[in-house]
């Protein structure tokens, strides 16, 4: 992926998990981000009315737009109807079309493949039409299927995007690529037989493209299993196959949560890769964190035991979370804390307290800290939350909270801080509609966590 998409990524999300550097604001960005929308309906915005819109493209575009940063964004390439092959034929042939941008149509316009080379990001969403084509609806309402044709679609579809995503990178190699997968365009059919092979049918087709997508070093989003959930309020208009701008924000958030998830997973990869020193502790080598504690241990941010174990599983306390973290990212104090509980422990960890409590992190609780007191999932999300906050200048505010029924009960910061991590793919539920905030952290979570934010320094 394109280094400049990191950016891109950080300035969506107040610089990701844990920012600790003011060098990449908004404000300050001397290159604009250049974003692409190629294929058909659905990539030009057209809603539920027939009618061109804000589609998913557009609802991505105005995310970074949002953050006051220079974007340059069209989607005047994308055309309802347009099939694969009419996609890898505007390339080859390169097709110039009016642009189209969050402001609408503009009177200038643009030669693909010279916006293929200008592009941080193309999305790209198509496929659909080369099967409908096998898709019969009578007058009555029945539906047909024309197998032969469906499955020569689907491999039709396979080799161009093949050909698609060769010619895009013949371009631009370093472009990041978005494919957004296909639904169950007529989920108001009420014959159980005709779902199922509808339903058949997405799911092959989604494999067939997300294989080709994946190969080619693409992020292929997932979006019929999250449509289906509430399809009178995503699909509302029986009678037509497009989404309504609530269903094309469910693809845009789909989109960005897989985009920063690999950005995340090539930051990992990226760190753990070029780290030389193994730890040397005897419980970690068929753990799954073992990567990230090498990472934290060869930087010094974290240590073992005297045992020569790492003891991965184990709880952390409130005084080894701060003082790694302030460790981690150079937090200073320049006065003693204000706890008289703490004068016990070594002056490394006081200072780091100290740090974390005049940076925000960390509140006054009659003039104690418990350090020996468990972090907690939901406290730890604060933590990190008031770090971003103090950091990028503002809190982070989401466009809804996280689907998690067992945190109504947390006060507003404390939902706003596990939304910011789940929204950003760091943390995940424990199922789809629980958190768990009062679980206790472990050492490998932790370490974890601070490798994803120590690769942006």
Known sequence: MKKFSVLLALVLFLQLVLPFTNIVQAEDESKSFHYVALGDSLAAGMNENGEIG????????KQY???KSQIVFNKGFSYPGYTTVDVLKGIEENVTKPIYDLNGVSEKSAAIQEAIHQADLITLSVGANDILKNVNRSETGEFSFDT???IKSIQDVAVNYKKIFDNIYKINPEVDMIVMGLYNPFPYIEDPAIQKQLNMLVTNLNNSMKRIVEDNGGIFTE?????????KTYLPNPKNIHLSEAGYQIVADAMMKDYLNALFKETEEDTTDSEIVKAPFTDIQNHWSKDYIDVVYAKGIMNGYEDGTFKPNANMTRAQVI???SQAFGLTAKNKAPFNDISHYAQQTQNGIAAAYEAGLIKENNGNFNPQGKITRSQLALILMRLSTVQ???????AKLAPFQDIANYDREAQLAITFLYDTGVVQGTSATTFSPKSNVTRAQIAKILVLAINKQ
């Open 223 to 231: 979006v019929a299993a999250q449509i289906a959930t509430d399809v």
């Open 323 to 325: 003082a790694v973290i």
């Open 65 to 67: 737009q949002d953050q």
């Open 148 to 150: 032969a044709g469906v």
């Open 392 to 398: 990028a200048g503002q809190q982070y505010e989401p």
């Open 54 to 61: 804000f589609g998913y493209a557009d609802l991505l575009a």
